[in-house]
């Protein structure tokens, strides 16, 4: 197959959090772990692995820009949080929000990062108030389209909105690939049946997700079939679960700056068991995406409790299904 596209493949050091937090990688191993497998583009949380954020020194930016040389990677995007209630007994008010997301374009552009992943529960109108700063600092602002969130949804629709009338182009999305989970992970459905669902209910649930049925109706229906707390817990669930038709991708393809290849469960190198890749990617493919797509593996905290994690192994088969729908094999 030969390459008809310009997408890039990168990691987001999130996959890595396992084995950081255990001690059993450093910073600089998850750099080159995602080097290994050619996927160099490099999404980065300050929060989870810069220890000190956001008060680092020029001595740990000169690291990391002697990593990226080293082994020959690209910072892509920092994740940015935003604290709504980091004070006590009251709200951010606007200009501490406005502060809040400045401090972390600027720490992006340190980094070298030309995309900043905007948490979801940022308003709109604080994306405005940060069009001209994200411009001086050369930073595009991408709000995350994450589950239940999806392009539809009232509050992504406003931040479309915003965007449009700013007229900035660095203001858009990073959709996270979970708002195509076409199945409920198996991962997950294993986790609940240890944890004490009803095997024969999670399996219908599962199904349930795929028919699409009403979750008020569900949950009644799991009642009748008697039905725990675990069970019922895992209809809840599903309401913080989408699936999205693919190509709802196209129409917002100009203010898509980057992609978060969010996944649960590498079967093998070619595919997810949740996420339909051999959908979605095409449609990037159409609709003429160049960003980067950063492997975000989640599948850890549903195995943890019984099975090593290793997430090397789950990003590098994401990594070799990428290479293949991209036509790079």
Not at 7 to 34: N, P
Not at 53 to 66: A, D, K, R, V
Not at 258 to 283: A, L, R
């Amino acid at each position: 197959m030969t390459k008809n596209n310009s997408i890039k493949r990168g990691v987001s050091l999130y996959s890595f959090q396992e084995e950081y937090f255990l001690r059993k990688m450093t910073l600089e191993d998850c750099i080159a772990a995602s080097a290994s497998m050619g996927a160099l583009g490099i999404e980065s949380i300050g929060e989870q692995m810069m220890p000190g954020f956001p008060n680092l020194s020029e001595g740990f930016y000169n690291q990391w820009h002697g990593w990226m040389d080293k082994y020959g990677t690209t910072p892509t995007c920092h994740d940015m949080f935003l604290d709504l209630k980091k004070f006590k007994g009251r709200m951010m008010t606007d200009d501490e929000m406005l502060e809040s997301v400045i401090r972390d374009l600027k720490h992006a552009n340190k980094l070298g990062c030309t995309v900043i992943r905007v948490i979801v529960n940022t308003p709109p109108h604080i994306m405005a108030k940060a069009a001209p700063y994200a411009e001086k600092y050369n930073v595009r602002m991408g709000v995350e389209v994450h589950s239940p969130f999806h392009f539809d949804h009232e509050w992504i629709q406003q931040h479309y909105e915003t965007a449009e009338k700013v007229g900035s182009p660095y203001l858009g999305f990073i959709p996270d690939m979970g708002i195509f989970e076409k199945h409920y992970p198996r991962v997950r459905s294993e986790r609940n049946i240890r944890e004490g669902a009803h095997a024969e209910i999670v399996y219908y649930i599962a199904d349930a997700h795929e028919r699409k049925e009403d979750l008020d109706q569900l949950e009644q229906e799991v009642k009748k079939m008697g039905g725990n707390e675990r069970d019922l817990a895992m209809v809840e669930d599903l309401r913080h679960i989408v699936y999205t038709d693919p190509r709802r991708l196209l129409e917002f393809m100009p203010r898509i700056f980057h992609i978060h290849g969010k996944f649960y469960e590498m079967v093998d190198d070619t595919t997810e068991y949740s996420i339909p890749y051999d959908e979605v990617i095409p449609v990037l493919i159409e609709g003429g995406y160049t960003g980067y797509i950063s492997s975000e593996y989640e599948g850890n905290r549903h195995i943890q409790d019984v099975y090593p994690v290793d997430s090397r192994e789950q990003v590098r088969r994401q990594q070799a299904m990428f290479r293949k729908l991209l036509g790079e094999d």
